[in-house]
């Protein structure tokens, strides 16, 4: 029996676990919200070094705190999804695929709807109306050709239907425009996009808040392609098998997760805009034609706890949490879909390296036995499922397709598999006008405008081109030699004299 998931209720209780493992590096030299906090962050994911949280920032009233790169990965042996794993509950020594399994697990379970509390720590500072300062916090100007400061790069963004019937809970960018405005990035098809369309059609701003610095398995659900119509707050209780706690808001009608660090309430105009971006994005670029009017987020009240923590992600060249936020989340639902379609999944994974454009599908590698398929239409049955399951559609461009007898987070394993499997001429198939979102800076205009642009799944399936018996066997460790010799040979590798 597996155990129990580990609920951490708060950004601080994540924290104290990160210290516990020397996963986090508290920096008490004064560093600028102009750039440098940006810098040293990206140089920690590029080492892979532990999770910066500033307390000293230039400007910035005592006490106010910034955490960089909460869903980084790690460069010490065996923790390398340390940070996501303990977000989730699991063990730091989880696994990726560990971590996407117990994802896609949940999906299966009851919802269990949140708790309501009377208050929350959330709520020990309350800024009403005029007394409204968004510039109070140590908002940074990340990249150097960020059209601002974003201080919604890794937090909650909570809006519901006006009827009330869906909750949804996303993650999208928000810059600052001044004390008591927020410039916003949201694409029509995505969710938080449908919701304000319904809001405008009833001809009224649509209300929203925006949690920064919740407990640590949010922006995991809200990087996760739940369907149209879930609440992903109900989905987390059903991983964890207990209730959120969760507090109305001050202005709107909304709930928002009592132990948050900052709360930003208000309602997004639908005439009113503001020049937003360019900003340095998931694909591993800044796109400096990208600046456009985006609606703007007039601020009602803001909330926030004694000596808040400002949660932050550099977007940018892999690995960061764009990637492991909704890159590992987006793998689960793959694996739910697959497995609701009856496809013999065994595992998917997002290839982090690769900024999140390719996807990794590997099967039972009995699946030609059991399906009579050939690899060219298993290939197109798997890209009709995923390509065709929503909103998992959107961010899913490029999949690649295995047996399962490769580490598929391994990504050394991935590029062997894909070049050395994976025919030149008969190892692709295509699909033609599906919903993608409009970051990759390989689309063109066309397809920007339109949210759509063209999809591949390579076919590096290897089992209906060999007969029984004849399929290649992989030249390494895992296969060449018995697992009595791999044994013997692991446990004598310091006294063959490594070190």
């Known amino acids: 029996m597996k155990p129990p998931l580990k609920h951490l209720r708060s950004l601080r209780e994540f924290i104290d676990e990160l210290e516990k493992i020397g996963e986090v590096q508290p920096i008490g030299q004064e560093v600028d919200w102009n750039l440098e906090i940006?810098?040293?962050?990206?140089?920690?994911?590029?080492?892979?070094?532990?999770?910066?949280?500033?307390?000293?920032?230039?400007?910035?009233?005592?006490?106010?705190?910034?955490?960089?790169?909460?869903?980084?990965?790690?460069?010490?042996?065996?923790?390398?999804?340390?940070?996501?794993?303990?977000?989730?509950?699991?063990?730091?020594?989880?696994?990726?695929?560990?971590?996407?399994?117990?994802?896609?697990?949940?999906?299966?379970?009851?919802?269990?709807?949140?708790?309501?509390?009377?208050?929350?720590?959330?709520?020990?500072?309350?800024?009403?109306?005029?007394?409204?300062?968004?510039?109070?916090?140590?908002?940074?100007?990340?990249?150097?050709?960020?059209?601002?400061?974003?201080?919604?790069?890794?937090?909650?963004?909570?809006?519901?239907?006006?009827?009330?019937?869906?909750?949804?809970?996303?993650?999208?960018?928000?810059?600052?425009?001044?004390?008591?405005?927020?410039?916003?990035?949201?694409?029509?098809?995505?969710?938080?996009?449908?919701?304000?369309?319904?809001?405008?059609k009833r001809g009224e701003p649509m209300p929203i808040a925006v949690a920064l610095g919740v407990e640590p398995g949010l922006p995991y659900v809200g990087g996760m392609p739940l369907p149209e119509g879930e609440d992903e707050s109900h989905y987390l209780g059903a991983y964890f098998g207990e209730p959120l706690d969760l507090v109305r808001a001050e202005t709107v009608d909304l709930l928002v997760p009592a132990t948050a660090e900052i709360v930003i309430e208000g309602y997004v105009s639908h005439t009113d805009t503001h020049e937003e971006g360019p900003m340095g994005e998931y694909p591993g670029y800044l796109d400096r034609s990208s600046s456009s009017p985006k609606p703007v987020l007039h601020v009602t009240a803001v909330t926030y706890r004694n000596d808040a923590i400002l949660p932050v992600a550099v977007a940018g060249a892999p690995v960061e949490e764009d990637h492991t936020g909704w890159g590992m989340p987006h793998a689960a639902e793959m694996t739910h879909v697959l497995r609701e379609a009856e496809v013999p999944v065994a595992a998917c994974w997002g290839v982090l390296e690769s900024a999140n454009h390719w996807w990794v599908v590997s099967l039972d590698t009995d699946w030609h036995e059991r399906t009579g398929l050939s690899s060219e239409e298993m290939a197109r049955r798997v890209g009709e499922v995923v390509f065709g399951a929503g909103k998992l559609a959107f961010g899913v461009p490029k999949l690649l397709l295995v047996e399962n007898d490769i580490d598929i987070s391994d990504p050394r394993q991935v590029i062997w598999a894909f070049a050395s499997r994976a025919h030149p001429e008969f190892g692709e198939v295509h699909f033609a006008n599906e919903p993608q979102n409009i970051l990759p800076i390989y689309l063109d205009a066309h397809e920007r405008l339109t949210y759509h642009a063209s999809k591949v799944v390579h076919n590096c399936l290897l089992a209906d081109r060999f007969g029984p018996g004849e399929r290649p066997v992989a030249s390494d460790f895992a296969h060449s030699w018995s697992a009595e010799l791999q044994r013997r040979v692991i446990e004598n590798w310091q006294a063959y004299g490594y070190r």
């Open 38 to 200: 940006g810098a040293i962050a990206r140089r920690s994911y590029e080492l892979r070094a532990p999770a910066p949280l500033f307390t000293t920032i230039t400007g910035i009233d005592e006490g106010f705190r910034v955490l960089a790169a909460p869903g980084g990965l790690s460069a010490q042996p065996g923790l390398t999804y340390s940070r996501i794993a303990l977000a989730l509950g699991l063990p730091a020594d989880a696994k990726g695929a560990d971590i996407v399994t117990a994802l896609a697990d949940a999906r299966r379970r009851e919802p269990i709807p949140p708790r309501v509390l009377d208050s929350g720590p959330c709520k020990e500072n309350i800024l009403l109306g005029d007394d409204v300062d968004l510039l109070k916090f140590p908002t940074p100007l990340i990249h150097g050709d960020d059209g601002g400061r974003y201080i919604q790069t890794y937090g909650m963004n909570i809006a519901k239907t006006p009827d009330g019937t869906w909750t949804n809970w996303s993650i999208n960018r928000m810059m600052l425009v001044d004390r008591n405005r927020l410039a916003c990035l949201i694409p029509p098809p995505q969710h938080l996009g449908i919701i304000k369309a319904q809001w405008e």
